[in-house]
């Protein structure tokens, strides 16, 4: 969509599908497998978005934070990078880089909070971690921060496409596709008319010639779709023992 | 502290060399690349006493320089932590505009200030094309390398403008260079705020001088209008909208010619449009860079032959830009030029009376370059500003005032704990 993502460091760090769930050698030592990693960064992407909603936040920050921790593991392993840890600082520094900062205070607070609700999913960390952490973050995103989101397209292509109220239906669908790695992978806009490919079969609407006059590969489009609804059907649920098992493993010394 | 160790390493790579100043968010010292045996300067952002991690400042920085890499725009090298700071690396820049300007040394000929206005406008249309406004453009955040390749730096107060709704702080850029928009307390604004203040740059090239050395924002309104006349409705139908507008007696707008009597009229064309009234009616920089100006005979002169200041014989970094030379900038005071005592009139401006607005045009229409010969100055060449007891205006930053209101404004909401 818009002209500069093309020229964007995030387009020129879209990465092979392959390339995004390896399961960092360190990690597979200690019997992670690669749904279990699936599974973290899921639950992480979840417990991102339960902070934000704390420290009120834009939906942008939010997306802006799972990519950013979703990047961070794909060269670093969660043996290292404790998740509970890494999903707290890409929250912090995501907002710092969107404009909308943050008290490391009130994140350490929240932190606790939930730490205090739900003690073994999360983990108590404190500013002091947050703020190192925010460091071998920067570094482990090779400090690039610009990141572009479905989000606009979005807006712009429902408008294009007559179908302004489907709004609240496909942005939903979008904000679930953070639950994967789909931003890593295909250019934003892409997944947003995936997500719009979606709502009109579901709801029954003909898009067919509107999507025949976009210049897309509609072969991408329905494979993130079909991606997309293949995880609705595997994932209803965050399973919560199996995301405590597998931080179980990553305790254990292999 | 400030690494008396010269011949430390830091983080294996870069041998420290001697400190060049203080930064905004840290000290900058020159350093030698012994990866590729360049010479660089490393911006150490202390973090230690910070509660709130990596500045935001440096971070967005950090965060559009990834994203901007153009010849005419300084390269950010490499960042990496060390000892719990953050370190950034940047190309070593040997001087910078502001310093060329300054320098009454250098000759400056139509060819070479068309060469140092297409590259500032080369930089900026990179930066504008990726929705970045640069929002902080004066002479000296124009770094000049050893080549004469000019950089635009400084990007602490850039930001995305991607967003159409998103509403920012309209204090930004040093006043000198604010256009009227900002100066209207406007918050939605674009990058014809980058432009007015190229123009500002463009203007002090040919005059020598920064153009409108406003005081206080209702000042340099009255600069502008002096300068261009007041603008009226069907010049910038939304003016009257803006938020802190207020009405101002109307000036004629003098010939522009009588401003800039040395330059051609391709300049004065292009200069007319990059201060038009109206943003939305303001040339955009990518047609600037199309305009004959720069097609037209003489043609700019190539980077590396254009006059740079001498080298100073310990090198004062341009990097260190907060930083001010101790004899003053002399570029306030040329003793030839009458119009230097005009500044004087801000002693009175508290009163902000708009018959003073009048009085400055007045005084503003004469030639400030060339004829001063062969004018009836009404004011001796050799007046004292100490008579008055005031001194011209240093040349301002974004200061500490500005700063602390920037913080308060809704896109820096930046608290420290405690």
């Known amino acids: 969509m818009a002209a500069n993502f093309w020229t964007s460091t995030h387009y020129k760090q879209l990465l092979d599908p392959e390339e995004v769930d390896v399961v960092h050698p360190l990690d597979r030592e200690r019997g992670v497998t690669v749904e279990d990693f699936k599974l973290v960064k899921m639950h992480m992407a979840q417990y991102i978005l339960r902070l934000a909603q704390h420290v009120k936040v834009r939906q942008r920050v939010i997306a802006t934070a799972v990519t950013y921790m979703r990047r961070v ?30 008290q490391a205070k009130a994140l350490a607070f929240f932190i606790r909070k939930l730490y205090a ?23 482990a995103l090779n400090y690039y921060l610009v990141v572009f989101h479905p989000y606009r397209s979005l807006t712009h292509l429902l408008q294009d496409a007559g179908m302004d109220d489907m709004t609240q239906f496909t942005w939903g669908l979008v904000n679930d596709t953070y639950k994967m790695d789909l931003i890593l992978v295909h250019p934003p806009h892409l997944i947003a008319l995936a997500c719009i490919y979606i709502a009109s079969v579901y709801k029954d609407r003909d898009t067919t010639s509107w999507f025949e006059e976009l210049r897309v590969d509609m072969n991408v489009v329905k494979n993130i779709a079909v991606e997309i609804l293949d995880f609705y059907e595997n994932h209803k649920l965050i399973a919560e023992d199996r995301v405590n098992a597998v931080f179980n493993k990553l305790a254990l010394k292999p | 502290m400030t690494g008396l160790d010269l ?14 100043g203080e930064g905004t968010y840290g000290v900058v010292y020159k350093a030698i690349d012994t990866k590729t045996g360049q010479v660089v300067a490393i911006k150490k952002i202390r973090i230690g006493k910070q509660k709130e991690g990596v500045n935001f400042t440096a971070l967005r920085e950090i965060k559009l320089l990834k994203e901007l890499k153009d010849p005419n725009i300084i390269e950010l090298i490499d960042a990496f932590p060390h000892k719990g700071n953050l370190h950034l690396v940047f190309e070593f820049m040997e001087t910078d505009l502001e310093a060329v300007i300054r320098d009454r040394n250098i000759f400056l000929s139509p060819a070479d200030i068309k060469s140092y206005l297409q590259m500032t406008l080369k930089g900026l ?13 004066k002479p000296n955040n124009l770094l000049i390398g050893p080549n004469g390749q000019l950089k635009l730096a400084d990007f602490g107060l850039a930001r995305i403008f991607g967003s159409p709704d998103r509403r920012f702080t309209h204090q930004v850029f040093a006043r000198w260079y604010r256009a009227p928009e900002l100066l209207f307390g406007t918050k939605q604004y674009g990058p014809a705020v980058d432009v007015w203040a190229a123009a500002c740059i463009f203007a002090e090239l040919l005059l020598r001088r920064p153009f409108l050395q406003g005081s206080s924002d209702i000042d340099q309104l009255g600069k502008i209008f002096a300068a261009f ?28 010619r009588s401003l800039f009597p040395m330059a051609s009229d391709d ?34 002169t190539v980077p590396d032959k254009l006059p740079r200041p001498a080298p100073k014989r310990e090198s004062h970094n341009s990097r260190t830009s907060d930083f001010n030379p101790p004899e003053g900038p002399t570029v306030l005071s040329p003793p030839r030029k009458s119009r230097r005592v005009m500044p004087e009139r801000e002693g009175f401006e508290g009163n902000a009376y708009q018959n003073d607005k009048l009085d400055d045009h007045v005084s503003e229409v004469r030639p400030g370059l060339g004829d001063h ?22 040349r301002p930053t974004i200061n500490s005032a500005d700063r602390t209101h920037l913080k308060r404004k809704l896109d820096l909401e930046f608290q420290h704990p405690e």
Request: charged letters at 30%; hydrophobic letters at 35%; proline letters at 9%.
């Open chain 1, 73 to 102: 593991y794909t060269r670093k392993s969660m043996s290292e990078y404790d998740p509970r840890l890494v999903a707290p600082a890409c929250l912090y520094l995501a907002a710092k880089a969107e404009e909308s900062t943050v």
């Open chain 1, 117 to 139: 609700e739900e003690k073994p999913r999360y983990e108590r960390y404190e500013i002091k971690d947050i703020l190192e952490m925010e460091m071998k973050i920067l570094e």
């Open chain 2, 7 to 20: 011949s430390k390493k830091v983080a294996d790579r870069y041998l420290k060399r001697e400190v060049l």
């Open chain 2, 373 to 394: 010969a062969s004018r009836n100055e009404q004011v001796p060449m050799s007046l004292d500003f100490s008579i008055f007891g005031a001194r011209p205006p240093n």
């Open chain 2, 229 to 256: 006349g007041t603008p009226t409705a069907s010049q910038w139908p939304d003016m009257v909208y803006l938020p802190d507008y207020v009405e101002y007696q109307y000036v004629p707008a003098p010939p522009l």
């Open chain 2, 125 to 137: 249309v990179v930066c504008h094309k990726k929705w970045v406004l640069h929002r902080d453009m």
């Open chain 2, 267 to 300: 300049a004065l064309d292009l200069l007319a449009k990059m201060f038009t009234y109206d943003p939305k009616n303001r040339i955009s920089v990518q047609q600037a860079l199309e305009h004959r100006y720069f097609s037209s005979a003489p043609l700019p």
